[in-house]
């Protein structure tokens, strides 16, 4: 059975005014535009997701400085509020850092945000964003003692293989609970999920690719024969996707 995850949150602001700007991109709105945050995650959640991911992709201290903690909590809050009453859960993303930060730093950061995300109660802590299963390694050991689920999220290039070179399956032994693919095209998401699915036969994986303008007419069912293909877990949608791809995603995947 394939469940549905939420879409972007990221680029969603944008399409609904916010302006993603230095030095704290959409962790920005967390403080600055609380309620359009909490109508998007709500917008997914009436689109039938069953995972809305707070908003804490630039919650690191790289970015926030200070504030990390305070804004994770508060993010997580949001997202618990949009999805009350419902049967939805809800993740905290843990994204990957820069390489210009030290990898003491960037593992100390990760150590940081993991801890609070943990301790605002989230339901899954998902590692995103990450180009090379060494950077992933780094943020899983950062979430090694988090008590639910851990995902691993990697970004794939056209091949399959990790954007930042590496390989691919090492991912699989990293001790994620569901490892994905994500933020990335329909075909570097298949080829991925080829050389996932043939490493390992019952790993619980998960797609949740970028939407292309030119891959509107063909995101969700593509995805919906990914999801039946490989046997996913979960699929959703990153940059570029909307409530409506989510809906449109629920239709073609019924509960
Ligand atoms: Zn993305």
Same mark, same amino acid.
């Given at each position: 059975m394939t469940r549905i995850l939420d879409g972007a949150v990221g680029t969603e602001l944008a399409r609904r005014g916010f302006a993603l700007a230095e030095p704290s991109f959409s962790a +920005? =709105?967390?403080?600055? =535009?609380p309620e359009l945050l909490r109508a998007i995650h709500r917008d997914y959640v009436d689109a039938d997701a069953e995972l809305v991911t707070a908003g *804490? *992709?630039?919650?690191?201290r790289c970015w926030v400085g200070e504030r990390s903690d305070l804004l994770a909590h508060a993010a997580v809050r949001i997202a618990r509020a949009a999805v009350a009453g419902r049967n939805v859960k809800v993740a905290g993303a843990l994204a990957m850092i820069p390489a210009h930060v030290a990898m003491d730093e960037r593992a100390a950061q990760y150590e940081e945000t993991a801890t609070a995300l943990a301790d605002s109660s989230v339901d899954i802590v998902v590692c995103e964003s990450f180009v090379e299963p060494d950077e992933l390694a780094l943020a899983a050991r950062a979430c090694e003692r988090f008590v639910g689920q851990r995902w691993g999220a990697i970004v794939p290039r056209a091949d399959g293989t990790p954007l930042g070179g590496g +390989?691919?399956?090492?991912?699989? *032994?990293?001790?994620?609970d569901v490892v994905a693919v994500h933020c990335c095209s329909l075909d570097a998401a298949t080829a991925a999920l080829e050389r996932l699915r043939s490493a390992s036969a019952t790993a619980a994986l998960a797609a949740y690719p970028a939407l292309a303008p030119a891959d509107a007419a063909r995101f969700v069912p593509t995805l919906a024969s990914l999801a039946d293909r490989f046997s996913l877990a979960w699929v959703g949608g990153c940059c570029g996707s909307t409530p409506r791809t989510i809906a449109e995603l629920r239709r073609a995947i019924p509960r």
């Open positions: +920005a =709105a967390i403080e600055g =535009a *804490t *992709t630039c919650v690191h +390989a691919i399956e090492q991912v699989l *032994t990293l001790g994620f």
